[in-house]
């Protein structure tokens, strides 16, 4: 350790007696020609540490409300917005969190086969470990995941003058289980905040929530954030 430690006391006083001759622009680039190495690799680690700080700080927080957006090419639903401003309209302290994910993309014609299937599983995941309040995505999709998916019975959770309101955009599907009949789990969001002046036939975006939902309560007040009394300004 004592010879290392010499070593390294040798090479910072040649280095900088080197450097102490040069004029400031020839110290400049005889640093970022000879340690432009140490630097890439200083900044990686760096970026690294910053990175594996924040997840361990995130994942201290407690985890308020989760939703996946498929199909959003046009970002009308922009997660990392979206998290900031329903986070304010639920009263979130620092200790809470919303994550919203809209990197997904589900083609069910043969199309972009490998994203699917990411896609695809991951809410599939989600949905089997009771740990996704909902899905926004298009008609299509939503019918396609509705054949297999039971949905949460939102008459049996929104407020009653919400779901009164809603109940235009509301759509029931088929439990597929055969037990519940129709489910009305599921709202068209043509006439949402996102979409009301996008210019999107009907059908084109639906939220649906999986039957398991964890924070039921959360999903409402987004529910109810989609679709404000007052129209947005």
């Given at each position: 350790m004592r010879g290392w430690m010499e070593r390294l006391r040798r090479w910072r006083d040649r280095e900088g007696e080197k450097l102490r001759g040069m004029t400031l622009p020839k110290r400049?680039?005889?640093?970022?020609?000879?340690?432009?190495?140490?630097?890439l690799g200083f900044l990686v680690l760096?970026?690294?540490?910053?990175?594996?700080?924040?997840?361990?700080?995130?994942?201290?927080?407690?985890?308020?409300?989760?939703?996946?957006?498929?199909?959003?090419?046009?970002?009308?639903?922009?997660?990392?917005?979206?998290?900031?401003?329903?986070?304010?309209?639920?009263g979130l302290d620092g200790g809470q969190r919303i994550?919203?994910?809209?990197?997904?993309?589900?083609?069910?014609?043969?199309?972009?086969?490998e994203y699917t299937a990411?896609?695809?599983g991951k809410i599939i995941a989600y949905i089997s470990t009771a740990s996704l309040d909902f899905?926004?995505?298009?008609?299509?999709?939503?019918?396609?995941f509705a054949q297999d998916v039971p949905l949460l019975d939102l008459s049996q959770h929104l407020?009653?003058?919400?779901?009164?309101?809603?109940?235009?955009?509301?759509?029931?599907?088929?439990?597929?289980?055969?037990?519940r009949g129709s489910v009305p789990g599921a709202i068209e969001l043509s006439q949402s905040r996102f979409l009301q002046d996008a210019g999107l036939p009907e059908g084109s975006y639906y939220l649906f929530a999986p039957y398991n939902a964890p924070h039921v309560q959360a999903l409402c007040q987004f529910i109810q954030y989609c679709f404000p009394a007052q129209p947005p300004r």
């Amino acid at each position: 350790m004592r010879g290392w430690m010499e070593r390294l006391r040798r090479w910072r006083d040649r280095e900088g007696e080197k450097l102490r001759g040069m004029t400031l622009p020839k110290r400049i680039g005889y640093v970022f020609t000879y340690y432009k190495g140490w630097m890439l690799g200083f900044l990686v680690l760096a970026l690294f540490a910053g990175y594996a700080a924040d997840v361990v700080i995130q994942n201290q927080k407690e985890t308020v409300l989760q939703g996946f957006f498929t199909n959003d090419q046009r970002d009308y639903f922009p997660a990392a917005r979206l998290q900031g401003d329903v986070a304010d309209h639920l009263g979130l302290d620092g200790g809470q969190r919303i994550i919203f994910d809209d990197g997904l993309y589900v083609d069910l014609h043969g199309e972009a086969v490998e994203y699917t299937a990411a896609s695809n599983g991951k809410i599939i995941a989600y949905i089997s470990t009771a740990s996704l309040d909902f899905v926004v995505t298009t008609g299509e999709v939503y019918r396609h995941f509705a054949q297999d998916v039971p949905l949460l019975d939102l008459s049996q959770h929104l407020p009653a003058d919400v779901y009164d309101r809603l109940a235009p955009y509301i759509d029931a599907a088929p439990d597929p289980a055969g037990e519940r009949g129709s489910v009305p789990g599921a709202i068209e969001l043509s006439q949402s905040r996102f979409l009301q002046d996008a210019g999107l036939p009907e059908g084109s975006y639906y939220l649906f929530a999986p039957y398991n939902a964890p924070h039921v309560q959360a999903l409402c007040q987004f529910i109810q954030y989609c679709f404000p009394a007052q129209p947005p300004r």
